[in-house]
């Protein structure tokens, strides 16, 4: 846990959260400034700063978020689809410094993430 994380002080109480879901590795709530009828943020109870620093005793514990990702999606009847994001570093648009996976839905088409200049084609 990091002192000056807001997410580690979510996790240990001491700042509230809209908790969907909490086990002994991980930690699910609504994101305060939603982009999305359905906006969650995973995040690992264990503090790693974002994606580039990941070790590999970690890897179980990103196909667990992923997974719940899934698993969320499902329960809230994201059946059309839905996005998830993991933003990294100060290029990446990473504004809070602990690894967390945003999964957005709902029930319209979300906007592109990246606008395309040239048209893709076979």
Known sequence: MSLECIFCKIVAG???????????????????????????????????????????????????????????????GLKNGFRTIINTGEVGRQDVFHLHIHLLGGDTPLPPMIYRTKQITD
């Not at 906006?39 to 514990?61: N, Q």
């Open 14 to 76: 001491e700042i509230p959260s809209d908790k969907v879901f909490e086990d002994d590795e991980l930690y699910v709530f609504k994101d305060i400034h939603p982009q999305a009828p359905v906006h969650l943020l995973i995040i690992p109870k264990k503090h790693i700063s974002s994606l580039a620093d990941v070790a590999e005793e970690d890897y179980g514990l990103l196909g667990r978020m992923l997974g719940k990702a899934h698993f969320f999606a499902s329960e809230m």
